[in-house]
């Protein structure tokens, strides 16, 4: 196994912030929302819930972008979330081996599961972020009138892939503050 483990560049552990911060509120506040075409019997909060989630989620789209800007000029952080080939694929082989031995990954750039899984984390949100951005467009007057029809095609979609944006979001932390507990060292993601 590889142990050529890379710290984050600042810009993308600043990103990685902004990412956790914007998808944590985006998940909370769905829960309660309520579209302003739906005005009858609803609460005045649970529609400024749907105001807050629609502009709050455009902005989510702008660090999704500075995301993938990242990943695409980077080759160690690409490799880290697409860990398809090399010693970035025998480090998942390893990882999993390593659980079954009650061992955690190291923390760092250094692709395995740990990394395989924030790639396919990211693909979850940016799938998301896009859908929400087409639906943006689709809600007239920003959500005084019901959508056209179409609406509907994308926000089944958003709302299949936001199960998975909840598993990854409750996995990521769990296994973060376990890896916080065996070594504080993994805290340095939020080390500006």
Not at 104 to 115: E, N, T, V, Y
Request: with cysteine.
């Amino acid at each position: 196994m590889s142990e050529n483990v890379q710290e984050w560049p600042r810009i993308t552990r600043w990103i990685h912030v902004g990412f956790a911060l914007v998808v944590t509120f985006l998940l909370f506040s769905e829960l309660d929302m309520k579209a302003i075409w739906k005005k009858f019997g609803e609460l005045p909060f649970r529609h400024l819930l749907f105001h807050a989630h629609m502009w709050v989620g455009m902005f989510a789209t702008v660090i999704v972008i500075a995301f993938w800007t990242q990943v695409f000029y980077n080759k160690s952080i690409r490799a880290h979330l697409f860990p398809y080939s090399g010693e970035y694929l025998e480090n998942i082989c390893s990882d999993i081996k390593g659980l079954a031995e009650r061992r955690l990954p190291p923390s760092g750039m250094r692709g395995g599961l740990p990394g395989m899984i924030h790639g396919l984390g990211l693909l979850a949100v940016t799938g998301m972020a896009f859908l929400g951005f087409i639906m943006f467009f689709l809600i007239p007057n920003y959500g005084v009138a019901a959508p056209i029809s179409f609406y509907q095609i994308p926000k089944k979609m958003h709302d299949f892939l936001s199960s998975f944006v909840w598993l990854y979001w409750w996995g990521h932390i769990g296994m973060a503050t376990l890896h916080a507990a065996k070594s504080p060292a993994i805290l340095r993601i939020f080390r500006p």
